[in-house]
Protein backbone atom coordinates (compact mmCIF):
# COMPACT_ATOMS: atom_id res chain seq x y z
CA UNK A 1 0.00 0.00 0.00
CA UNK A 2 0.95 3.42 -0.65
CA UNK A 3 2.70 5.18 2.04
CA UNK A 4 1.06 8.88 3.48
CA UNK A 5 2.53 11.98 5.04
CA UNK A 6 0.17 14.31 7.33
CA UNK A 7 1.71 17.15 9.44
CA UNK A 8 2.45 15.71 12.91
CA UNK A 9 -0.40 18.40 14.94
CA UNK A 10 -2.94 21.10 14.00
CA UNK A 11 -5.22 23.76 16.12
CA UNK A 12 -8.41 24.63 14.94
CA UNK A 13 -10.69 27.29 16.69
CA UNK A 14 -14.32 25.55 18.09
CA UNK A 15 -16.72 26.17 15.13
CA UNK A 16 -14.24 27.02 12.37
CA UNK A 17 -13.71 24.79 9.48
CA UNK A 18 -10.71 21.40 9.90
CA UNK A 19 -8.64 21.18 7.06
CA UNK A 20 -6.72 18.24 7.52
CA UNK A 21 -3.92 17.77 4.52
CA UNK A 22 -2.21 14.37 3.45
CA UNK A 23 -0.08 13.37 0.93
CA UNK A 24 0.26 10.15 -0.89
CA UNK A 25 2.04 10.95 -4.45
CA UNK A 26 2.48 6.95 -4.92
CA UNK A 27 -1.02 6.17 -4.82
CA UNK A 28 -2.22 3.54 -7.23
CA UNK A 29 -5.09 3.40 -9.74
CA UNK A 30 -6.70 0.70 -7.42
CA UNK A 31 -6.16 2.31 -3.64
CA UNK A 32 -8.57 4.25 -1.92
CA UNK A 33 -7.98 7.41 0.32
CA UNK A 34 -9.16 6.15 3.46
CA UNK A 35 -9.89 8.35 6.99
CA UNK A 36 -10.07 7.77 10.66
CA UNK A 37 -9.85 9.08 13.73
CA UNK A 38 -9.20 7.84 17.33
CA UNK A 39 -10.02 9.89 20.53
CA UNK A 40 -7.55 9.52 23.19
CA UNK A 41 -7.84 5.70 24.67
CA UNK A 42 -10.60 4.65 22.20
CA UNK A 43 -10.65 2.05 19.46
CA UNK A 44 -10.14 4.17 15.79
CA UNK A 45 -13.31 5.53 14.17
CA UNK A 46 -14.47 5.22 9.85
CA UNK A 47 -15.15 8.77 9.04
CA UNK A 48 -14.67 8.97 4.99
CA UNK A 49 -13.51 6.92 2.04
CA UNK A 50 -12.92 7.82 -1.42
CA UNK A 51 -11.31 6.94 -5.29
CA UNK A 52 -11.23 9.85 -7.24
CA UNK A 53 -14.38 11.65 -6.71
CA UNK A 54 -15.02 14.50 -3.91
CA UNK A 55 -17.18 13.01 -0.84
CA UNK A 56 -19.44 13.89 1.73
CA UNK A 57 -21.12 12.45 4.56
CA UNK A 58 -22.88 13.27 7.98
CA UNK A 59 -19.45 14.00 9.34
CA UNK A 60 -17.09 15.35 6.97
CA UNK A 61 -15.80 15.90 2.97
CA UNK A 62 -13.14 15.12 1.57
CA UNK A 63 -11.35 16.08 -1.48
CA UNK A 64 -9.30 14.47 -3.72
CA UNK A 65 -6.97 16.17 -6.39
CA UNK A 66 -7.36 15.04 -9.80
CA UNK A 67 -4.04 13.70 -9.88
CA UNK A 68 -4.86 11.90 -6.47
CA UNK A 69 -1.32 12.50 -5.23
CA UNK A 70 -3.18 14.32 -2.04
CA UNK A 71 -6.52 14.79 -0.64
CA UNK A 72 -7.83 17.29 2.63
CA UNK A 73 -10.20 16.16 5.11
CA UNK A 74 -12.46 18.78 5.93
CA UNK A 75 -14.52 18.98 8.94
CA UNK A 76 -16.93 22.01 8.64
CA UNK A 77 -17.78 23.19 12.14
CA UNK A 78 -14.92 21.89 14.49
CA UNK A 79 -16.11 21.12 18.26
CA UNK A 80 -13.99 20.20 21.40
CA UNK A 81 -15.53 16.72 20.42
CA UNK A 82 -13.28 16.38 17.21
CA UNK A 83 -9.99 16.53 19.21
CA UNK A 84 -8.56 13.40 18.17
CA UNK A 85 -5.38 11.77 15.76
CA UNK A 86 -6.21 11.52 12.44
CA UNK A 87 -4.77 8.88 9.84
CA UNK A 88 -4.88 9.18 6.17
CA UNK A 89 -4.50 5.98 4.82
CA UNK A 90 -4.18 4.42 1.67
CA UNK A 91 -5.77 0.89 0.99
CA UNK A 92 -6.72 -1.15 -1.59
CA UNK A 93 -9.35 -2.93 0.28
CA UNK A 94 -7.75 -6.45 0.04
CA UNK A 95 -5.03 -5.94 2.63
CA UNK A 96 -5.22 -4.73 6.33
CA UNK A 97 -5.06 -1.08 6.89
CA UNK A 98 -1.13 0.38 7.28
CA UNK A 99 -1.63 3.21 9.95
CA UNK A 100 0.93 6.20 10.65
CA UNK A 101 1.12 8.46 13.27
CA UNK A 102 -1.62 10.51 11.78
CA UNK A 103 -2.33 14.25 12.59
CA UNK A 104 -3.32 15.35 16.47
CA UNK A 105 -6.08 17.75 15.72
CA UNK A 106 -6.88 20.17 18.96
CA UNK A 107 -9.79 22.08 18.69
CA UNK A 108 -9.56 25.34 21.14
CA UNK A 109 -12.24 27.31 22.67
CA UNK B 1 -26.96 -3.88 19.08
CA UNK B 2 -24.39 -4.56 16.56
CA UNK B 3 -20.82 -4.18 16.96
CA UNK B 4 -17.34 -5.34 17.46
CA UNK B 5 -16.71 -6.20 21.96
CA UNK B 6 -13.17 -6.32 23.48
CA UNK B 7 -12.82 -8.10 26.72
CA UNK B 8 -11.40 -7.33 29.19
CA UNK B 9 -10.94 -3.17 29.48
CA UNK B 10 -7.82 -3.37 31.33
CA UNK B 11 -5.74 -6.50 31.53
CA UNK B 12 -2.70 -7.19 33.83
CA UNK B 13 -0.89 -10.02 33.73
CA UNK B 14 2.52 -11.35 35.88
CA UNK B 15 6.15 -11.46 33.71
CA UNK B 16 5.80 -14.91 32.49
CA UNK B 17 1.86 -15.53 31.91
CA UNK B 18 -0.02 -16.24 28.88
CA UNK B 19 -3.25 -13.97 28.71
CA UNK B 20 -5.67 -14.23 26.35
CA UNK B 21 -7.61 -11.31 25.08
CA UNK B 22 -10.99 -11.94 23.52
CA UNK B 23 -12.58 -10.15 20.32
CA UNK B 24 -16.10 -10.74 18.93
CA UNK B 25 -18.05 -9.10 16.28
CA UNK B 26 -21.92 -10.09 15.27
CA UNK B 27 -21.93 -7.84 12.06
CA UNK B 28 -21.18 -11.47 9.53
CA UNK B 29 -17.79 -9.67 8.77
CA UNK B 30 -15.16 -12.19 6.58
CA UNK B 31 -11.92 -10.43 8.40
CA UNK B 32 -10.76 -10.04 11.95
CA UNK B 33 -7.05 -7.95 12.88
CA UNK B 34 -5.25 -7.37 15.69
CA UNK B 35 -3.20 -4.24 16.47
CA UNK B 36 -1.11 -3.34 18.82
CA UNK B 37 -0.71 -0.04 19.99
CA UNK B 38 2.42 2.08 22.00
CA UNK B 39 1.91 5.36 23.48
CA UNK B 40 1.69 7.85 20.98
CA UNK B 41 2.33 5.38 18.17
CA UNK B 42 0.04 4.34 15.41
CA UNK B 43 -1.10 0.84 15.20
CA UNK B 44 0.81 -1.71 14.30
CA UNK B 45 -0.41 -5.14 12.63
CA UNK B 46 -0.22 -8.56 14.78
CA UNK B 47 -2.42 -11.11 13.04
CA UNK B 48 -5.32 -11.27 10.66
CA UNK B 49 -7.55 -13.37 9.04
CA UNK B 50 -9.97 -13.25 5.83
CA UNK B 51 -11.59 -16.30 6.53
CA UNK B 52 -12.48 -19.15 9.08
CA UNK B 53 -9.92 -21.79 9.72
CA UNK B 54 -6.65 -19.26 8.13
CA UNK B 55 -4.58 -16.53 9.18
CA UNK B 56 -1.30 -14.55 8.41
CA UNK B 57 1.07 -12.81 10.59
CA UNK B 58 1.30 -9.03 10.52
CA UNK B 59 4.20 -7.08 10.91
CA UNK B 60 5.11 -7.88 14.64
CA UNK B 61 3.81 -11.56 15.54
CA UNK B 62 6.40 -12.90 17.12
CA UNK B 63 5.28 -13.74 20.81
CA UNK B 64 1.20 -13.93 20.00
CA UNK B 65 -0.94 -16.39 18.45
CA UNK B 66 -4.46 -16.92 17.11
CA UNK B 67 -7.14 -19.03 16.48
CA UNK B 68 -9.86 -18.69 13.86
CA UNK B 69 -12.41 -21.31 14.99
CA UNK B 70 -15.58 -19.14 14.31
CA UNK B 71 -16.50 -16.44 12.52
CA UNK B 72 -17.42 -13.87 15.37
CA UNK B 73 -14.21 -14.69 17.04
CA UNK B 74 -10.85 -14.28 16.54
CA UNK B 75 -8.85 -14.49 20.28
CA UNK B 76 -5.47 -13.28 20.73
CA UNK B 77 -3.18 -14.84 22.89
CA UNK B 78 -0.08 -12.90 24.46
CA UNK B 79 2.84 -15.44 25.15
CA UNK B 80 5.77 -14.92 27.47
CA UNK B 81 7.62 -15.21 24.24
CA UNK B 82 6.94 -11.95 23.74
CA UNK B 83 9.24 -9.85 25.74
CA UNK B 84 7.60 -6.19 26.24
CA UNK B 85 3.63 -6.75 26.13
CA UNK B 86 2.60 -4.04 27.75
CA UNK B 87 0.58 -1.85 25.28
CA UNK B 88 -2.71 -1.32 24.16
CA UNK B 89 -4.51 -3.67 21.57
CA UNK B 90 -6.69 -3.10 19.00
CA UNK B 91 -9.06 -5.66 17.41
CA UNK B 92 -11.33 -4.77 14.23
CA UNK B 93 -13.41 -6.34 11.51
CA UNK B 94 -14.17 -5.70 8.05
CA UNK B 95 -16.11 -7.23 5.11
CA UNK B 96 -13.86 -7.65 1.97
CA UNK B 97 -12.80 -3.95 0.41
CA UNK B 98 -14.95 -1.98 2.61
CA UNK B 99 -14.07 0.53 6.04
CA UNK B 100 -12.72 -1.66 9.30
CA UNK B 101 -14.69 -1.57 12.51
CA UNK B 102 -12.74 -1.10 15.53
CA UNK B 103 -13.23 -2.50 19.14
CA UNK B 104 -12.87 -0.08 22.44
CA UNK B 105 -9.62 -1.89 22.83
CA UNK B 106 -7.97 -3.51 25.92
CA UNK B 107 -5.16 -1.91 27.86
CA UNK B 108 -2.76 -4.73 28.88
CA UNK B 109 -0.23 -4.20 31.95
CA UNK B 110 2.85 -6.69 33.33
CA UNK B 111 2.87 -6.23 36.94
Known amino acids: DAKTTQPPSMDCAEGRAANLPCNHS???????VYWYRQIHSQGPQYIIH???NNETNEMASLIITEDRKSSTLILPHATLRDTAVYYC??????????FGKGTRLSVIA | DGGITQSPKYLFRKEGQNVTLSCEQN?????MYWYRQDPGQGLRLIYY???????QKGDIAEGYSVSREKKESFPLTVTSAQKNPTAFYLC??????????FGQGTRLTVV
Open chain 1, 89 to 98: IVNSGNTPLV
Open chain 2, 92 to 101: ASSRTRDKAF
Open chain 1, 26 to 32: TISGNEY
Open chain 1, 50 to 52: GLK
Open chain 2, 49 to 55: SQIVNDF
Open chain 2, 27 to 31: LNHDA
